[in-house]
């Protein structure tokens, strides 16, 4: 079985500042870790993802996340948020080693991202 | 590549009708899936499509939903009949051997 957390339902952070939107997972076996962004009345779109390599994994709009076993965790980042950051934040993991045929993402509930001018 | 084409974007039934939603994932992907959003339980898988095939169905709710793939490049997911506490935004998504998804715009359903 596979599962994330996001433990925060709403993070707020002020313009310029860094932005943490926490994620952990659970797989039996070796991750897949994504992140998506869903901005209001649109479909999710892809961030950014860790395979296999480096822990700190680089995405669009200059966010990027660091893969840690040991935590099982990958929290997103960035450096200094702006106000267009503000939306929705998933994080999906799935196992690497799943069934031939069985690419199914387990997503988390989602974190409420607001940018305060 | 145009992405993942749902239609319509959105749809207003009257309960008890028949509603069918559309899905033209990208050229190539391998894999579909059906989510469906709501404010109360949030992203929901619903059913997945691996090679035409459906391989888990685990989440429809109930038998008023159904969902078919007749061929690579389209499904549809059918309720009938539609029942209000069905109004949500109904996601397709789309894959290539499990590298991430590919989202469609989504299709907002309200039954009134």
């Known amino acids: 079985a596979q599962s994330v957390a996001q433990p925060e339902d709403q993070v707020k952070v002020a313009e310029g500042n860094p932005l943490t939107v926490k994620c952990t997972y659970s797989v039996s076996g070796n991750p897949y870790l994504f992140w998506y962004v869903q901005y209001p009345n649109r479909g999710l779109q892809f961030l950014l993802k860790y395979i296999t390599g480096d822990n700190l994994v680089k995405g669009s709009y200059g966010f990027e996340a660091e893969f840690n076993k040991s935590q099982t965790s990958f929290h997103l980042k960035k450096p200094s948020a702006l106000v267009s950051d503000s939306a929705l934040y998933f994080c999906a993991v799935r196992d690497r080693y799943s069934g031939a045929g069985s690419y199914q993402l387990t997503f988390g509930k989602g974190t409420k991202l607001s940018v305060i001018p | 590549d145009a992405g993942v084409i749902q239609s319509p974007r959105h749809e207003v039934t009257e309960m008890g009708q028949e509603v069918t939603l559309r899905c033209k994932p990208i050229s190539g992907h391998n894999s579909l899936f059906w989510y469906r959003q709501t404010m109360m339980r949030g992203l929901e898988l619903l059913i997945y499509f691996n090679n035409n095939v459906p391989i888990d169905d685990s989440g429809m709710p109930e038998d008023r939903f159904s969902a078919k793939m007749p061929n690579a490049s389209f499904s549809t997911l059918k309720i009938q009949p539609s029942e209000p506490r069905d109004s949500a935004v109904y996601f397709c998504?789309?894959?290539?051997?499990?590298?991430?998804?590919?989202f469609g715009s989504g299709t907002r359903l309200t039954v009134v």
């Open positions: 998504a789309s894959s290539f051997g499990g590298d991430g998804y590919t």
